[in-house]
């Protein structure tokens, strides 16, 4: 079955950019999603298309994309942006999402 | 304003079926391309999609979970029905259900809206 790898755990200190990759075979052909989650909450939409922020996303969340990996860019990184980051992608078989990724912001 | 709320047992016993119902408001699901999916959450562990319904009644279910999951809708209450059959201690989760955002791209969906979430406990 298709899967998304990601980094179990990212650490940056507040001020910092901050970058979670996601890779996949189809992502060359698929867009890419990312989900904030922090605890207790449902996930979030922080990044659709690859690199489209959503109305009410701070500017300092970004996304691109280059080959098999997509990467999602926190700059500046805040206290509040601890949580748990999702990518979301497709193949043929269905919708598919990442291990997650730990952002601890030290 | 756009909600989504999940609702269900709590606990249910292994080999029994799992009934979730998701009430959606503000918005139809006769809509043209709206869809519902439904993803689980076991606690600790990473988001699962496991199926989705579509306005045109379109339905995709996760592979691995395919033969034991049923998704339907009823428009008039505006909810979809997710059945699990056979639940095992494996299946404890959070069960969340999600809208499918209006412009899908190809067979990629994304969710702009979530529910809150179900915990369900899997055991006996």
């Known amino acids: 079955s298709y899967e998304l790898t990601q980094p179990p755990s990212v650490s940056v200190s507040p001020g910092q950019t901050a970058r979670i990759t996601c890779s996949g075979d189809?992502?060359?052909?698929?867009?890419a999603y990312w989900y904030q989650q922090k605890p207790g909450q449902a996930p979030v939409l922080v990044i659709y298309k690859d690199s489209e922020r959503p109305s009410g996303i701070p500017e300092r969340f970004s996304g691109s994309s280059s080959g098999t990996t997509v990467t999602l860019t926190i700059s500046g990184v805040q206290a509040e942006d601890e949580a748990d980051y999702y990518c979301?992608?497709?193949?043929?078989?269905?919708?598919?999402f990442g291990g997650g990724t730990k952002l601890t912001v030290l | 304003q756009v909600t989504l709320k999940e609702s269900g047992p709590v606990l249910v016993k292994p080999t029994e079926t799992l009934t979730l119902t998701c009430t959606v408001s503000g918005f139809s699901l006769s809509n043209a391309r709206m869809g519902v999916s439904w993803i689980r959450q076991p606690p600790g562990k990473a988001l699962e999609w496991l199926a989705h319904i579509f306005s045109n009644d379109e339905k995709s279910y996760s592979t691995s979970l395919k033969s034991r999951l049923t998704i339907s809708k009823d428009t008039s209450k505006s909810q979809v029905v997710l059945t699990m059959t056979n639940m095992d201690p494996v299946d404890t989760a959070t069960y969340y259900c999600?809208?499918?955002?209006?412009?899908?791209?190809?067979?990629?969906?994304?969710?702009?809206?979530w529910g809150q979430g179900t915990l369900v406990t899997v055991s006996s």
């Open positions: 979301q992608s497709a193949d043929s078989s269905g919708t598919v």
């Open positions: 999600a809208r499918i955002h209006p412009s899908r791209v190809g067979a990629t969906i994304w969710f702009d809206y």
């Open positions: 189809a992502l060359p052909k698929q867009y």
